[in-house]
Nanobody, 124 residues
Framework: QVDLMESGGGSVLAGGSLRLSCTYS????????MAWFRQAPAKAREGVAA????????FYAASVDGRAAINRDTAKNTMFLHLNNLKPDDTVMYYC?????????????????WGQGTQVTVST
């Protein structure tokens, strides 16, 4: 069973930072790629960052423009997404994903398992 649970969302002022956490089961970690996505209401789920589980190599979406960092703590079965210089447009739900089926690391269609999401709200 693949279990993913996000936490760390909340409200922050523009220009601030947040660290999102995704705690996962060992089954989730068998995926060669784990990733963070975000989704605004009535919009498609957008890839933010992905992590190769074998070597920790990161992949980032151009849209985050160097404001995101993805890493993990393997001892705690937790993956992190650090978001810096947050903007109001970053106000969306963030999800972690596992069960990569190959292809693009930032394509939501390539992942089979999802957490429930954590809300980030950025205000001015």
């Amino acid at each position: 069973q693949v279990d993913l649970m996000e936490s760390g969302g909340g409200s922050v002022l523009a220009g601030g930072s947040l660290r999102l956490s995704c705690t996962y089961s060992m089954d989730a970690y068998t995926s060669r790629i784990m990733a963070w996505f975000r989704q605004a209401p009535a919009k498609a789920r957008e890839g933010v960052a992905a992590l190769a589980t074998l070597d920790g190599r990161p992949f980032y979406a151009a849209s985050v423009d160097g404001r995101a960092a993805i890493n993990r703590d393997t001892a705690k079965n937790t993956m992190f997404l650090h978001l810096n210089n947050l903007k109001p447009d970053d106000t969306v739900m963030y999800y972690c994903a596992s069960g990569w089926r190959g292809g693009s690391q930032l394509d939501a269609q390539r992942f089979t398992s999802w957490g429930q999401g954590t809300q980030v709200t950025v205000s001015t």
